[in-house]
Structures are given as C-alpha cells and as structure tokens.
C-alpha cells in the first residue's frame, strides 16, 4: 500500500523558514523521481520542486527558485523541502507525490502540511 505522509509546516511570519519532510512506503522510493507541490484556498494545485531518483538533479518552480531546496534520503524512503525567505503568497497545503518523467503526479495524495505565512 502506497502511503505519503507529508509533515512539518506551520505558522511562520515573512522572512521565515520552514523544513517539510514527507516519508514515503509502499514503493522502491530510489526508483522514483519525487516531487512537492501546493494548493492555496480556491487555488488549482501547483508544482513547486521536483528531484531525480538517483543524480540527485533539481527542478523548480519560478515561484520558489532560489528561495527552497528540495532533497531526498533513499535510504530514510524520505523527501524534504526546505523554504526560506518565505512570502505570505507561499501559504499553502503542501504535498509530495512520485512523479512520472514528465513530472505528472501519479498515486494517492497524502494528507499535506498547512504552511501559513504571517505578513
């Protein structure tokens, strides 16, 4: 069984920085390219930063680059994303999912970590 459980938001003020895991199970988690996006109220859900399985390549959203940093532990079956210099604009539910090659989302979505940037 496919299980993603995404953890470590809260409520910040702008400038702030927060560390988001998401521990995955129920796949070979090195196989796969790995990713984190979110939803903000009324909003569609966005990509924000996606990460190879293995050479450890990066992608990010226009939004997030040069202010977050995704990494993975294979062996902790773990994917983190670190924000920084947060904006009120990066509040939001965030999630992790595996990726396709294309970086399409695929598998359940677990249940997200609320991020909530003060002004």
């Known amino acids: 069984q496919v299980q993603l459980v995404e953890s470590g938001g809260g409520l910040v003020q702008a400038g702030g920085s927060l560390r988001l895991s998401c521990a995955a199970s129920g796949r070979t988690f090195s196989s796969y390219v790995m990713g984190w996006f979110r939803q903000a109220p009324g909003k569609e859900r966005e990509f924000v930063a996606a990460?190879?399985?293995?050479?450890?390549?990066?992608y990010y959203a226009d939004s997030v680059k040069g202010r977050f940093t995704i990494s993975r532990d294979n062996a902790k079956n773990t994917v983190y994303l670190q924000m920084n210099s947060l904006k009120p604009e990066d509040t939001a539910v965030y999630y992790c999912?595996?990726?396709?090659?294309?970086?399409?989302?695929?598998?359940?979505w677990g249940q997200g970590t609320q991020v909530t940037v003060s002004s």
């Open positions: 999912n595996f990726l396709k090659s294309d970086f399409t989302p695929f598998g359940s």
């Open positions: 990460i190879s399985s293995r050479s450890g390549s990066t």
